[in-house]
């Protein structure tokens, strides 16, 4: 129940100093409550770095085994690499080797057939080049390359060549009868010369030409026969005959030394990942507990101090509205307010509160 005011300055002098004592929390609850803040900022602070150096290190822990073992299974594949390296030149120098022995008597008989043409020809004194293969696809074709050939040759010399002469003269002075006579110069030119050397070789000697085309025949059967065995070998799966078992040994041991690293480095991980990561958490964890835990300490403190002073806030600024508002107004809760109406009163300019009121707003009109 409200109580009437016997001495209006005293009541002044109480709700200004109430009004005074409510500023004061109110700035120790600030300060209480930037200090809490700040407490908590460094307590998180502490637990982030903390994260991040247990985060780091795990990391940098798990990179080094990795490494370490990525190290020595490297080496092992290269060693790996290197030892199959060796077996296929070996299985490429075993297979030569069979070709070359199963081949020996076709090219044996071949080096001989070239030395016997040859003799033949300079018997008959048969110029060297009539010989060669390009001769026999010119002037006695069987194979599909000399038909092959000698067409390239009709397209280049009776064809190409005088085609290419044509383009040669400026454009301005080109004419379709100079075309004509290229081509007729190519014909008697290429084709004087292809008679001339037909006349003089084959039908100057034809017995020892066919004998040469019937030799040539003979080589050109033992080639395709070589082919033949030397495909069927490269072919052939059985490697065997090729006494691989020494580098097959090695590899099988390179191999296991493999799968032995691979599945060490896993049994590593996998003791870090359960074992040692979880020591390493505790270490760092431990480091810095007393510190968290300081700061933590400090920081429920701080809020324990915010929350009662927020809650003596909150009843003081209920009291001074209960007791002193109701009489004074919101307007004047203010010290100065205060302090210059309880002057107006005991200096008698008012006899009361509401006077000294109107005294006061009368002084600032």
Known sequence: MTQPITDHAAFLGEARQS??????????????????????????????????LISITVKKRRDEINASY????????????????????????????????ETAGFRDENRQLKLKIRSLFQKERIPAFCS???YYSLYMPRTFKEIGTLLLMVILFFA???????????????????????YLADILLVGGLYMLVGNRT?????????QGRMIRDTIHSNQKKIRVIT????????????????????????????????????????????????????EITSNSKEKIDTLKD????????????EHQIRQQSLEITDKYEIYVGKEFMQPDKLTEL?????????ANISEAISVYKAGKQ
């Open 70 to 101: 990525d190290k020595q299974i490297a080496k092992g594949q290269d060693q790996l690499k290197k030892a199959k390296g060796k077996r296929e030149k070996a299985k490429n120098q075993g297979i030569r080797d069979r070709i070359a022995e």
């Open 19 to 52: 009004v005074e004592d409510l500023n004061q929390l109110k700035k120790d609850f600030s300060q209480t409550e930037l200090e809490a803040k700040q407490l908590r900022r460094q307590l998180e602070a502490e637990k982030k770095a903390v994260e991040d």
């Open 231 to 282: 495909n069927s070998i490269r072919r052939d799966r059985n490697e065997a005959i090729y006494n691989l078992e020494k580098y097959d040994d090695e590899i099988s041991r390179i191999v296991q030394q493999l799968a032995e690293l691979t599945g060490k480095k896993q049994e590593a991980l996998n003791t870090f990942n359960t074992v040692t990561q979880t020591i390493i958490c505790d």
């Open 160 to 182: 190409a060549l005088p085609w290419g002469v044509y383009l040669l003269i400026p454009v301005l002075q080109r004419r379709s009868w100079m075309l004509v006579v290229i």
């Open 202 to 210: 084959k039908m100057g000697h034809p017995e020892a030409i066919r």
């Open 298 to 309: 400090q920081y429920e403190t701080a809020e324990e101090k915010r929350s009662q002073l």
């Open 132 to 134: 060669r293969g390009w």
């Open 342 to 350: 309880a002057r107006l009163i005991r200096s008698k300019q008012a």
